[in-house]
């Protein structure tokens, strides 16, 4: 079997947000007969859904991860002003401290999201769900059985990662924090001189919006017992659905 990487263009008629720039990156794997029976074409179509998906979270991540408080606190040398001559239509008020502060804890919050999601999605789904369908794979006796085992599984982490479209809703929730990150990303490595109260409330509102109908959709699915592999995610999500930030 033989995997290939491809970049292909994006589709012009379709709203492309930051965080589905990467949606070009494909995955082709050239599988031989007989086991293209098995991972056919509509196989490795879902497969890229995943890893599509996947690979937004991860850039989410590094985006975070890569943050230095270095970067925040700095001069910016496109508009060296000191922090005297900032409109006070800027800061409305709140010292740079108190700026920098609420980004540092702005940016936390962001990064519990993401590796909860991140350590659902690789853990709870592909590695628990992987260690499954190879235990069914190997009670398998003939071909039918194997494809038949092999449909189940890429079906259930499609399912399992959000991607079905009975689900949409959620992933679109959890989508516009991934957009919301870039975002975060691209105002701290401005410095704090270039970002005002009013942006930092406007992040940390539309955080809080998408974490509370995470949490509380999530919640209320594990009190009926309807989806128990979302247990983990929405604890995760609910021991951090509300901070009160005091300026």
Request: hydrophobic letters at 45%; a neutral charge; proline letters at 3%.
């Amino acid at each position: 079997m033989i995997l290939d990487i491809t970049v292909e263009s994006l589709n012009p008629n379709k709203e492309i947000n930051p965080i589905n720039i990467t949606d070009c990156v494909k995955l082709q794997f050239k599988v031989p007969w007989p086991v293209n029976v098995v991972i056919n074409s509509q196989c490795q179509q879902v497969y890229n859904e995943i890893f599509c998906f996947l690979l937004q979270i991860k850039r989410a991540k590094y985006c975070l991860d890569e943050l230095r408080f270095f970067d925040l606190e700095k001069d910016n040398i496109l508009h060296s002003i000191s922090t005297d001559d900032i409109p006070i239509s800027m800061n409305d008020g709140l010292s740079q401290p108190a700026r920098i502060h609420r980004m540092q804890v702005l940016r936390m919050r962001l990064l519990h999201f993401v590796n909860s999601l991140h350590n659902y999605i690789m853990t709870r789904i592909l590695h628990s769900t992987g260690l499954e369908f190879k235990e069914e794979l190997q009670k398998a006796t003939d071909l039918d059985q194997i494809i038949s085992v092999h449909t189940k599984f890429v079906n259930k982490i499609h399912e399992r990662c959000l991607l079905h479209k009975k689900v949409a809703f959620l992933k679109e929730a959890v989508m516009r924090v991934l957009n919301l990150i870039l975002t975060f990303q691209s105002r701290w490595d401005q410095g704090i001189q270039e970002v005002s109260v009013k942006t930092i409330v406007v992040m940390e509102t539309e955080f809080s919006r998408c974490i509370q109908f995470l949490s509380s959709f999530l919640n209320n699915v594990i009190k009926r017992g309807s989806f128990p592999h979302l247990e983990s995610l929405a604890f995760a999500l609910i021991t951090s659905t509300e901070h009160v930030v005091k300026n």
